[in-house]
Nanobody
Framework: QVQLVESGGGLVQAGGSLRLSCAAS????????MGWFRRAPGKEREFVAG????????YYAGSVKGRFTISRDNAKNTQYLQMSSLKPEDTAVYYC????????????????WGQGTQVTVSS
């Protein structure tokens, strides 16, 4: 398994931007499809974005498409989530996750998870 640590969360005003990072250690990072999920208060964990092992394919939840960008740097064992035009409804704990499945957006397919980082968007 790969170990994951998120950073970059914080408090931002609506319309602002944040970039989350996820540093990986352990087994070969570049062999994993990576993803970002979030859990808002009182809600289930939901898929946000995913990226293939090479970075050549990205996919997004409809609620963030056009505002969020996922990327990865395999040389640095790190993935990123650039979040722009943030809305109060983006407030959640954001989790980095890894899977050996291809292009999955299913929580159960991801076997490695970070501890989460809080993002709060004020109106």
């Amino acid at each position: 398994q790969v170990q994951l640590v998120e950073s970059g969360g914080g408090l931002v005003q609506a319309g602002g931007s944040l970039r989350l990072s996820c540093a990986a250690s352990g087994q070969s990072f570049s062999t994993y499809t990576m993803g970002w999920f979030r859990r808002a208060p009182g809600k289930e964990r939901e898929f946000v974005a995913g990226i293939s092992w090479s970075g050549g394919t990205t996919y997004y939840a409809g609620s963030v498409k056009g505002r969020f960008t996922i990327s990865r740097d395999n040389a640095k064992n790190t993935q990123y989530l650039q979040m722009s035009s943030l809305k109060p409804e983006d407030t959640a704990v954001y989790y980095c996750a890894a899977t050996t499945s291809r292009y999955s957006d299913y929580v159960g397919a991801f076997g490695s998870w970070g501890q989460g980082t809080q993002v709060t968007v004020s109106s």
